[in-house]
């Protein structure tokens, strides 16, 4: 490495930002991928015409509209944004998380979340100098350990909570009672972060209403659209007005505009997908809970956490891919994971493909 670049570097680059390591994606090739939570399903040949012709109509030499108006016009219907709450769009969830962190952080602010969940809370509080605490979820069920919370809400002070509803990567909902008490007791924003939505059944959306201090955060990318990159966040404009000075003006270009109008004319055949794979999750957990030897949790989500053999994961993992199947260790990100690993519930094909894997891995 250039010895003379890495001088200055070190200079001026936070020892912070220098201390952590990059999101890992693996490379994929052949493999079936089953470790990001993406929808296996694409869409009907006439409807992928019916995408193109839109696109023919669309001007690349023009900046797209900055307030995206139609898209949001259509996502307010679509999602059911309560009337009087505002929407912002991102470029996937993860640019709202990244707003909404730039916006609070000064020197000894916090953000808290429960661990283990969604590493980027994470790592954007590290990037832009918050400090982060991790409150442990209660090992044997992996919900909130209420006495924790409410201890490290009242001695921190957060200025933003995040509440991955499902979580991610344990798979369940916390109790509906409990997350209200931590959107009444905190002193800032509580961010639910609804990724999950679509197979999850239960949303904060209409209690937007009722609390001044609750953002609820979606995204289209695990319901089929993860290429698109569009994350939403919804909320009273009280909050959404100062968080849009952070947005840089033209964050969702206009491909992605013009295809996410057309991808929700069409949300029932993303619904029927998500429904699909609802049906699938619960054909896939009584497979896994069949298998000895291993412990499945139970999942509102499209993926399914399952802990094996103590001191076994890593070789099982291997074992799965080298089969030809990718899934994620969640072995080591946490003391409360130990043991873990993490699939995405796929088409009947796919499932199986990984039950066999992991049959023989066993
Ligand atoms: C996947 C995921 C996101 C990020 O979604 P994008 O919109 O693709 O950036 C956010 N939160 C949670 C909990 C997730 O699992």
């Known amino acids: 490495m250039n010895a003379g670049a890495v001088n200055i570097m070190t200079q001026w680059i936070r020892p912070q930002l220098r201390a952590l390591s990059a999101y890992h994606v693996p490379d994929v090739g052949h493999l079936i991928k089953l470790d990001a939570m993406e929808n296996p399903y694409t869409w009907p040949a006439p409807m992928v015409d019916e995408w193109l012709n839109v696109l023919r109509t669309v001007s690349l030499n023009r900046y797209p509209?900055?307030?995206?108006?139609?898209?949001?016009?259509?996502?307010?219907?679509?999602l059911q944004v309560p009337p009087g709450m505002d929407i912002m769009l991102g470029n996937g969830s993860d640019e709202l998380i990244q707003i909404i962190a730039m916006a609070v952080a000064a020197p000894g602010r916090?953000?808290?979340s429960p661990e283990p969940s969604f590493s980027m809370y994470r790592m954007i509080a590290a990037f832009?100098?918050?400090?982060?605490?991790?409150?442990p979820l209660d090992a044997k069920d992996y919900g909130l350990d209420m006495p924790a919370m409410r201890e490290a809400i009242a001695r921190h002070r957060p200025a933003v909570v995040?509440?991955?509803y499902p979580n991610n990567p344990t798979g369940n909902l916390f109790d509906e009672q409990q997350v209200r008490e931590l959107i009444d007791i905190s002193p800032g924003l509580v961010v639910v972060d609804e990724a999950y939505n679509a197979f999850a059944d239960s949303t904060f959306m209409p209690y937007l209403t009722q609390y001044d201090n609750l953002l609820v955060l979606r995204t289209l990318s695990k319901m089929g659209l993860a290429g698109l990159r569009i994350g939403v966040l919804t909320g009273s404009p009280v909050w959404l007005n100062e968080l849009d000075k952070i947005r840089l003006p033209y964050n969702i270009s206009v491909l992605t505009q013009a295809s996410t109008e057309f991808a929700l004319r069409h949300y029932d055949i993303l619904e029927a997908q998500a429904a699909k794979l609802r049906d699938h999750r619960e054909q896939l957990l009584a497979a896994l809970r069949a298998l000895k030897g291993i412990t499945v949790y139970p999942s509102r989500a499209n993926f399914i956490l399952f802990r094996v053999p103590s001191g076994r994961a890593a070789h099982i993992f291997e074992s799965i891919k080298a089969q030809g199947v990718?899934?994620?260790?969640?072995?080591?990100?946490?003391?409360?994971?130990?043991?873990?690993?993490?699939?995405?519930?796929?088409?009947?094909?796919e499932n199986q493909a990984f039950l066999q894997a992991l049959e023989k891995a066993l």
Request: with cysteine; aromatic share 4%; charged share 20%.
């Open 65 to 78: 509209d900055p307030h995206a108006r139609d898209l949001k016009a259509r996502l307010r219907s679509t």
């Open 110 to 112: 916090t953000v808290l």
């Open 326 to 349: 990718l899934i994620k260790s969640m072995h080591g990100a946490s003391a409360l994971l130990a043991d873990c690993l993490r699939v995405t519930v796929s088409t009947p094909e």
């Open 162 to 164: 995040f509440l991955s």
């Open 128 to 135: 832009v100098g918050l400090e982060f605490v991790g409150v």
